[in-house]
């Protein structure tokens, strides 16, 4: 268990539709990354947040976007869904300090489908 | 070119041997790099991080990594039924803290 909690567990949405996926990262983490995984691939860095402004974005288009709250929890909104956004959408927390990049710790993600 | 080339496997070893898994990046100013291990189904959970050329051990996983040759590693020794699972490769640009996954190499321990 890495304290990161993820909301809903599964979806299912149509395409056109929008959705709206929650994170709340471990205790005393204030960097959230949210990654997205087709099947049979490798996790896909969409975008981070670092209190509460976005700290770097992936090849995404904007139809992807997201918030951080005061209290370091995130949402990803997916706005007029398309069937290859199916996918397991993870959320990883990290404790931002300076030096090397910090040790992400996934939630158990979000699985989405959409038809 | 890949930013991160792992060999999607399956990798079958017998139970107690070593598996090696092997990765390669393409972005030379990585400088931190992390191994996961996803269970079907589940999220990534971290196993090992190294930063440094040489290697890294820690129970039974060691990590190796040549900066120069741009080549990471994982050696799992006595290998379980437990340890079947997808690996994933993550190097990672300090200066943009996004984790550039492979494909991952899928690990097969029979009894």
Not at chain 1, 63 to 91: H, I, K, M, T, W
Not at chain 2, 68 to 89: F, K, N
Request: one cysteine or more; glycine letters at 8%.
């Amino acid at each position: 268990e890495t304290g990161v909690t993820q909301s809903p567990t599964h979806l299912i949405k149509t395409r056109g539709q929008q959705v709206t996926l929650r994170c709340s990262s471990q205790s005393g983490h204030n960097t959230v990354s949210w990654y997205q995984q087709a099947l049979g691939q490798g996790p896909q860095f969409i975008f981070q947040y670092y209190r509460e402004e976005e700290n770097g974005r992936g090849n995404f288009p904007p139809r992807f976007s997201g918030l951080q709250f005061p209290n370091y929890s995130s949402e990803l909104n997916v706005n007029a869904l398309e069937l290859d956004d199916s996918a397991l959408y993870l959320c990883a927390s990290s404790p931002r300090t300076s030096g090397f990049t910090d040790t992400q710790y996934f939630g158990p993600g979000t699985r989405l489908t959409v038809l | 070119q890949k930013e991160v080339e792992q060999n999607s496997g399956p990798l079958s070893v017998p139970e107690g041997a070593i598996a090696s898994l092997n990765c390669t990046y393409s972005d030379r100013v990585s400088q931190s790099f992390f191994w996961y291990r996803q269970y079907s189904g589940k999220s990534p959970e971290l196993i090992m991080s190294i930063y440094s050329n040489g290697d890294k051990e820690d129970g039974r996983f060691t990590a190796q990594l040549n900066k120069a040759s741009q080549y990471v590693s994982l050696l799992i020794r006595d290998s379980q039924p437990s340890d079947s699972a997808t690996y994933l490769c993550a190097p990672s640009n300090t200066g943009f803290q996004k984790l550039v996954f492979g494909t991952g190499t899928r690990l097969l321990v029979s009894p």
